[in-house]
Structure formats: C-alpha cells, structure tokens
C-alpha cells in the first residue's frame, strides 16, 4: 500500500507542495485511526476534545517557532490567500484612507485590483517595467497610509525579499504564501501575516492568519459576519466548521518545523539548497538565471536554456529522473524548481545532476 522511497518523486511543483514524508505518513495514519482513539481524523467532530487539542497546538506551535506574542491573533481561515487580498482592506482600511502597495507580481497585482471596493491604493513601486525579475528598492511609504502591503516571497517570477521591506514606520500586511516559515521573520514590524498553507507550511484548504489584535474591527464599515476577522478572533477560528483536516497537517507540519532547529535551523537548510542550484545555474552554460541575483528566491529557483531548443529535452530529462513539476509558469517559461522547506538537499543533487549530464549531452 504505501510508496517506497524509490519511486517517490522529487516534487519541485510550485504549489499544493511537498511536505516532509513523515508528516505525510502521520496525515495517512490519522485518516485511518487518530490517536487510538477508533475515529478518523476526517469523521471527528471538530468540538470534540481531541480536535480542540489539535488547533490549541497548532496555535502555540505557531507562537513558538515564529515568536509571536499575545499581541497578535492567529486565525486559520477558509478561501485561500486569495480571499485576503479582499478581506485586508474590506476590514482593515476606511473608504477615504489610503493603503500603499509595492507590486511585485501577478500575486501583489491581484492584491491591488481589490482594494478599490473598499478605499483607496497607491502603488508606491513596482518592478513591472523589468517583467517582474527583480524587487524595487528605494521608494518612498507614505506616512499616513494606514499600511503597507508587500509579498515577500514571488512564487511566479522567482523574487523574494531579503530583509524586511522598509516601511516608514507604517506597520506592513504582508503576503507570505511562498516563503512562509522559512527563515526567521521580525514580526513585530507587521500588522498582519497571511500565508496560503499549501505552498510551505501544510495542505491546500486552510490560510494563516497572523494579524495585531488592536487592528481588529478597524474598518467603521458593516462586514458579512464570516468574512470579519473579529468573528473567527472571538471563537478561535472555529465560528463554523473550520477545515479540520488541513487544519491538523498543518500542525503535524510545524511539530516537524520545530524539529528542524525552527526557523533558524530552516533557513540553514534553505539557504544551502539555493545555493546548490543557483552555483549550477551560474556555472552551467546551457542554463542562466531570470531575475537580479540579489533578489532570488530561495523557494522558487526560476532559470531558463540558454538555447530554447533544449526546453523540452531538458523537461524530458528531470521527468525521466524522477523529477516532477520542472516546467516554467507560462509568463516566464523555461524552469523552475520549488524547493520549500520539506525539499531534501539529495532532491535538489538529483536536479542539479540531470542539469550537469545535460550539458555534458549537449554543452
Ligand atoms: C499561491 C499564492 C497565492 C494564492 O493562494 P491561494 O491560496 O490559491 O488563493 C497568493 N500569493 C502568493 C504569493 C502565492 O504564492
């Protein structure tokens, strides 16, 4: 019934992601008994204690590894990153206030387009002009905005920040879907954190939520009451049926988090990971690079042939060793390689590999 190592492929794929093995095993192992306890995890009423138990670990797990204070709320929410580029502004911002943005991509594009139904949104950069390759540097955060919205990790383009954005003081909302978790963060510069589980941190089917309780209930407009961040706040994110199960990896995830040495430990891992590849990238003539160097991502490696001829051989190529998910997204084409936290370093050697063997082919 279950895969061998052998046959277990090497996922670089963008996202839903990999996850460490040993939490996919424990998921499985749930859905057939949780804890001895005669129940699945996924026919478990989400009242019962042993759940209650489940959401109070991810929440102080959570608190743990990111050193988030009592100061912050952490909510885990349904409708995917997505719905936060509506629900952010919808609570936190008044009609006549101003939000400034730094679009960096399809994702921080998407953000904007929604905050006109609730107030106002300056783009205060952008890195379009140059396809995205790159994180703009330099601007100016207006004073009174009432935050400033960033992404700090560009899951398309292969962008991520560095260091914390600069922010004029002004507190940041920030889209952390791809690099959530995967280096230290400093929190306190944030009124609010998001993240898309299913890029780094669990399955597809659950949102964190990290957000300054004093920012709750901001907004002087009236709000559907599931789509108030002050609804889930007061119930501990379980108003309605919460997504229980993703909910529960997502806790498997961080126990494992935490076992790695938590983000310090992580960002290790991480940063030998990239470098790995991104040494071969700029080392192997048949590939090159897409965005600034000092600027890459250390979650989404994206690099192009330098003959495009040798796109799809290439593809052919990592496929056939086990590789899955290679292919460039379609507005930057070539390749790129996902190597979230759960990524092994052998995984990124095998990628590297197929790389050496084909410029010895065709270099
Ligand atoms: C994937 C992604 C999103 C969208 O997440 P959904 O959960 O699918 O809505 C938003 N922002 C970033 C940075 C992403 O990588």
New binding site residues.
């Given amino acids: 019934m279950s895969i061998s190592a052998t046959l277990k492929k090497h996922n670089v794929s963008a996202?839903p992601a990999i996850l460490p093995q040993s939490v996919f095993e424990e998921a499985a192992q749930a859905v057939l008994d949780f804890n001895g306890v005669g129940l699945s995890i996924l026919e478990m009423s989400h009242r019962s204690k042993e759940y209650g138990a489940v959401v109070d670990e991810a929440v102080s797990l959570i608190r743990e590894i990111g050193g988030i204070d009592d100061s912050y709320e952490i909510l885990f929410l349904t409708g995917?990153?997505?719905?936060q580029f509506y629900m952010a502004p919808m609570n936190l911002l008044n009609e006549n206030e101003t939000a400034a943005y730094v679009n960096t991509g399809t994702?921080s594009t998407k953000a904007i387009k929604e905050v006109e139904n609730f107030g106002n949104a300056v783009e205060i950069a952008s890195s379009k002009d140059k396809g995205f390759s790159y994180i703009p540097k330099g601007y100016d955060v207006p004073s009174d905005a009432v935050y400033l919205h960033t992404?700090s990790?560009?899951?398309i383009s292969g962008t991520e920040y560095q260091s914390t954005p600069a922010s004029n003081g002004v507190p940041i909302i920030c889209?952390m879907?791809?690099n959530m978790f995967s280096r230290p963060i400093e929190v306190e510069k944030y009124g609010m954190i998001y993240a898309?589980a299913?890029?780094n941190i669990g399955p597809a089917g659950v949102?964190l939520v990290i957000i300054k309780k004093d920012w709750l209930g901001r907004a002087k407009r009236s709000i559907p009451t599931m789509l108030n961040y002050s609804t889930h706040a007061a119930k501990g994110s379980m108003f309605n049926t919460p997504p229980a199960y993703p909910i529960y990896v997502l806790m498997l995830t961080m126990r494992w988090l935490k076992a790695q040495g938590g983000l310090k430990g992580i960002e290790q891992h991480n940063i030998e990971k990239a470098n790995l590849l991104y040494n071969e990238i700029d080392s192997n003539p048949l590939f090159k690079g897409t965005v600034a160097k000092e600027d890459r991502s250390r979650m989404n490696v994206t690099f192009l042939p330098t003959d495009q001829e040798l796109t799809d051989t290439f593809i052919d190529m990592a496929t056939e060793a086990g590789i899955n998910g290679i292919k460039g997204h379609r507005s930057v084409g070539g390749f790129r390689a996902s190597i979230y936290n759960a990524m092994q370093k052998e995984s990124v050697q095998v990628l590297v590999d197929v790389m050496r063997e084909c410029g010895r082919k065709f270099g």
């Fill in positions: 996202g995917g990153a997505s719905s994702w992404t990790n560009n899951t889209d879907s791809s898309g299913q890029k949102t």
